[in-house]
């Protein structure tokens, strides 16, 4: 069974930093895109970005510049580097990977339980 689990969140003024991560365990067998994603109160989940296994990312228009997506293959893991955030940043972060488990064929989505982001004074 593959399990996601994301830390790092937390409470934070505007203009601070906070770094999430998200690993990835269980019985992989290889790992294709993984994306953060957020959802406010009242709002749609939405891809804040996405990172593929070599590494090419894509923000949304929203956060490019104060955001960053990286990851640790060796470690299944991702990360969201979130700089100068700002009060509508706040939301429950979301990781999403798309893996294969050891003995399918197939790519499927997985998703993590979420990790509350608040960004206030």
């Known amino acids: 069974q593959v399990q996601l689990v994301e830390s790092g969140g937390g409470l934070v003024q505007p203009g601070e930093s906070l770094r999430l991560s998200c690993a990835a365990s269980?019985?992989?067998?290889?790992?294709?895109?993984m994306d953060w994603y957020r959802q406010a109160p009242g709002k749609r989940r939405e891809l804040v970005g996405a990172?593929?296994?070599?590494?090419?990312?894509n923000y949304a228009d929203s956060v490019k510049g104060r955001f960053t997506i990286s990851r640790d293959n060796a470690k299944n893991t991702v990360y969201l580097q979130m700089n100068n955030l700002k009060p509508e940043d706040t939301a429950v972060y979301y990781c999403?990977?798309?893996?294969?488990?050891?003995?399918?064929?197939?790519?499927?989505?997985?998703w993590g339980q979420g990790t509350q982001v608040t960004v206030s004074s």
């Open positions: 990172i593929t296994n070599d590494g090419s990312t």
């Open positions: 269980g019985s992989i067998f290889s790992i294709n895109d």
């Open positions: 999403n990977g798309i893996l294969r488990e050891r003995g399918s064929t197939r790519y499927s989505s997985y």
